[in-house]
């Protein structure tokens, strides 16, 4: 598996912003497809961003505008910024590579441990 290790969370008032990034590993990184993932408190993990070899970007309905998936593949590494932050984006962002380079979430098979995101109201 890839190695993943994501940063960045923590504490922010509801509109407010925070960046998470995730350092990979892998010689191939830029073949892979990458993606965030969330568990919000009593929640199913969802799906909440992912972006191809390409660039090209997708996103879950409820985070379209205000949340940017980008990646930097010199350095290895995916970043989530995250605006206009809500209290129900609260939860455990994990980042996820697809080895493949498909985005379906079934392609994702490599995890980070997670990182916590708490919005306050």
């Known amino acids: 598996q890839v190695q993943l290790v994501e940063s960045g969370g923590g504490l922010v008032q509801a509109g407010g912003s925070l960046r998470l990034s995730c350092a990979a590993s892998?010689?191939?990184?830029?073949?892979?497809?990458m993606g965030w993932f969330r568990r919000a408190p009593g929640k199913e993990r969802e799906f909440v961003a992912g972006i191809s070899r390409s660039g090209a970007t997708l996103y879950t309905n409820s985070v379209k505008g205000r949340f940017t998936i980008s990646r930097d593949n010199a350095k290895k590494m995916v970043y989530l910024q995250m605006n206009s932050l809500k209290f129900e984006d609260t939860a455990v962002y994990s980042c996820a590579a697809s080895t493949s380079g498909f985005l379906r979430i079934s392609d994702f098979d490599s995890w980070g441990q997670g990182n916590q995101v708490t919005v306050s109201s």
């Open positions: 892998g010689r191939t990184f830029s073949t892979y497809g």
